[in-house]
């Protein structure tokens, strides 16, 4: 390893064990419960009431 100034090679082994933090974080976190899409209505569903388009 070259010669560095002793703050440097502090700095990098600080930002190391940060990413080891991050990495093992995100390894271990429970994941999010996924959102079920809304269901799409059929063709033969009623639908809602709304404004009727205009032609």
Same mark, same amino acid.
């Not at 990413?19 to 809304?38: H, K």
């Not at 063709?43 to 388009?53: K, T």
């Given at each position: 390893?070259? +010669? /560095?100034?002793? &703050?440097? =090679? &502090?700095?990098?082994? +600080? /930002?190391? %064990?940060? =990413?080891?933090? /991050?990495? #093992?974080? =995100? +390894?271990? %976190?429970?994941? $999010?419960?996924?959102? $079920? @899409?809304? @269901? $799409? #209505?059929?063709?033969?569903?009623? %639908? @809602? #009431? ?6």
């Amino acid at each position: 390893m070259p +010669n /560095l100034p002793e &703050d440097i =090679v &502090d700095r990098i082994k +600080n /930002l190391e %064990r940060q =990413v080891r933090q /991050l990495t #093992a974080y =995100v +390894n271990t %976190r429970a994941a $999010a419960p996924a959102r $079920a @899409p809304a @269901p $799409a #209505a059929e063709e033969g569903e009623a %639908r @809602p #009431a709304g404004p009727e388009p205009e032609s």
